[in-house]
């Protein structure tokens, strides 16, 4: 415990008073002409295809946008909501508002417009900067009893003849206006933010009904960086792929605030389909994916393996399998041999090597994951092409991770240990508790909830379930309110059936439902990308995913997986019916959060009838 604090006392010490305001100014002035902000260029100009900003210039921006608000109103610690695709514009108006005395607030833009109303209202937002008309539509039905918003501003399609509406161009105008008038005025903003304000208010995705608040500090996030700094040890001036919302605390951390500390580069991917092009472009030196994303990319690349010739197949199972031996065997407690050693560098050499060319990960230091447990085969399957795709863990309450592995001292199939400085232990009900200054104060506007949260002595109640190994390596288990408890007294993780059951290429995605009933049944839906390719490959005729779910051939290799996946359980995990869907999931349906976790009670409702058959039909 002892040495925690001593760490904890040190960080502290590195972070004092730091600001993202004075971070900001000092990377410009140490770092004027390295590249901060790049945007696709579809003009196909001289660049590359990309416009960049450089941290001068991004600076610059900045303090525009920080006149600007100053000019319309905003006054210290109040709030501006943002609803845009990631894109340098959605960083310079969230820090622009920071810089002006405010906080900037991104709300997720597949919210339905009665959430966005209670998020806006919620926070106190005052202004709100929306990227087009696609997300003015999600806020239109409620804008008329929003009467504590000021101003619109409008990146593109601003409304004309509406003075509640103001567009991006405008707005810098004004901006620039303010900031030549009196540029005192903006920088003396800046410097009266202290590191104890408000830099951010997140709104949990909203799993378990109404969204909560999570205000952050600048201390907050700067602790965050700093341990991350630690964990990673990643190099200054690299290159980084933002892509996964700024209303997720693991993007914000990654893509918004540790950028400032490492002055890296990095670049925007506005739509989740351009991914794989995108890390062919700018090999990220680091990426972060949740759950959905690797299993994603891992369905893509088995589908093309799978198009190979069979000597070719068994070629690539073959260096892979070098892969996994050793990564493997380089984990904590792994025992690594010359052997093991001398294949993987002979199978990486003639051909995994390569292959993480071609998906732009020849570069990657650092690839993780969170939010969600990764089923065991696609880190196993990535481990086949030699990347360590490592767990880190954490909650917007603890401003994102409060564990990790790291590169180069992980354990497979754990979350990692506690980042310096940080607290953690295990209640008497197995609940998984933790103590730093990466926690939150609490949730806004929210006393009960926040009593619930953080008991008197500051340890803060994950809601998970989990254990601490004796080399200090933390395992959770499942979500606490989402345990499957049996009619015959059985805890089950559905989360554990869950990663078995998708397993198989096939199956897309699972939800295993039991609590109160005498055996776990599982939903299912097929993978939308691999699913059709299978089907091809077998000469079976289909012309929707649909048609496909009620296949016989399809239904009986969904069945044989859910056999498989039966094996590595205990018999009171075991399923022991399921249903195949004729859909995905996702946010837009409502089954998923924005974060493309399952939304359990949304599907219990959602497919009542579909369940209960499994029980009485």
């Known amino acids: 415990m002892a040495e925690v604090l001593e760490v904890r006392a040190e960080i502290e010490s590195q972070i004092a008073g730091r600001t993202v305001c004075e971070q900001l100014r000092q990377v410009a002035a140490d770092h004027p002409g390295s ?8 003009s196909g100009g001289p660049e590359g295809g990309w416009r960049t900003l450089t941290y ?79 997300d003015l539509a999600r806020w239109q039905p409620v804008l008329d009893g929003l009467t ?83 964990l990673t040890a990643l190099p200054v001036h690299g290159t980084q792929i933002s892509y996964l919302t700024y209303a997720h605390i693991a993007e914000r951390v990654l893509s918004l605030y540790l950028p400032l500390l490492k002055v890296s580069h990095v670049h925007f991917c506005t739509d989740l389909a351009n991914l794989g092009a995108t890390l062919g472009q700018v090999k990220p030196m680091m990426f972060f994916g949740v759950p959905r994303v690797w299993e994603k990319m891992m369905a893509r690349l088995q589908a093309v393996l799978a198009t190979q010739p069979e000597a070719q197949q068994q070629q690539v199972r073959q260096a892979m399998a070098a892969g996994v031996a050793y990564v493997e065997a380089a984990q904590h407690g792994g025992t690594m041999t010359e052997e093991i050693r001398a294949a993987y ?142 009619a015959g007294g059985e805890n089950i993780s559905p989360a554990a059936i869950e990663n078995h059951l998708k397993e198989h290429p096939l199956i897309g995605q699972a939800l295993a439902y039991g609590d109160n009933r005498p055996h776990p049944v599982a939903v299912l839906t097929l993978d939308g990308e691999v699913a059709p390719g299978w089907a091809q490959a077998r000469g079976i005729a289909f012309s929707s995913l649909a048609e496909l779910a009620g296949h016989g051939e399809v239904l009986k290799e969904v069945g044989l997986a859910v056999e498989a996946a039966n094996a590595k359980l205990a018999r009171v995990q075991q399923v022991k019916r399921w ?33 209960e058959g499994l029980y009485t039909g």
């Open 35 to 42: 590249p901060a902000y790049s945007d696709p260029d579809d």
């Open 56 to 134: 001068s210039a991004a600076r610059e921006k900045v303090l525009q946008i920080a006149a600007g608000f100053a000019a319309l109103g905003l006054q210290p610690g109040e709030a501006v909501a943002l609803m845009m695709v990631n894109r340098s514009e959605h960083v310079l108006a969230d820090l622009g508002a920071v810089h002006a005395g405010g906080m900037g607030c991104t709300i997720y833009s597949t919210f339905a417009p009665e959430q966005i109303a209670f998020v806006a209202r919620d926070v106190g937002a005052r202004y709100a900067v929306l990227g087009g008309p696609a």
């Open 148 to 230: 504590g918003l000021r101003r619109i501003i409008m990146l593109e399609g601003a409304p004309g003849g509406d003075e509640r509406f103001l567009s991006w161009e405008a707005f810098l105008e004004l901006g620039a206006a303010t900031l030549a008038g009196d540029r005192d005025a903006v920088e003396a903003r800046c410097r009266a933010v202290t590191a104890g304000d408000v830099v951010t208010v997140l709104y949990t995705s909203g799993t378990t009904g109404v969204p909560k608040g999570v205000p952050l500090t600048h201390h907050n996030v700067f602790y965050e960086v700093a341990s991350t700094d630690r």
């Open 345 to 486: 560098e002979k199978a990486d050499a003639s051909l995994l090597s390569i292959v993480r060319a071609m998906i732009g990960f020849d570069r990657a230091e650092w690839t993780a994951t969170g939010a969600a447990p990764l089923p065991d085969e696609v880190q196993r399957f990535f481990a086949g092409l030699g990347l360590k795709v490592i767990d880190v863990y954490g909650m917007t309450e603890t401003t994102g991770a409060f564990t990790g592995n790291s590169p180069a001292d992980y354990k497979l199939g754990t979350v990692g240990r506690a980042e310096p400085g940080v607290e953690i232990r295990i209640a008497e009900d197995g609940e998984i508790l933790t103590r730093s200054p990466l926690n939150t104060r609490g949730y806004l506007n929210r006393a009960e909830e926040t009593r619930a949260l953080l008991d008197e002595d500051g340890w803060l109640r994950t809601g998970d379930i989990g254990s601490i190994d004796e080399d200090g390596f933390v395992r959770v288990v499942d979500r606490k309110k989402e345990l499957i408890i049996t």
């Open 579 to 611: 249903a195949l869907l004729g859909s995905e999931w996702t946010a837009e349906t409502e089954e998923l959060t924005p974060s493309l976790k399952l939304k359990r009670r949304i599907i219990h409702a959602k497919y009542a009838d579909v369940i």
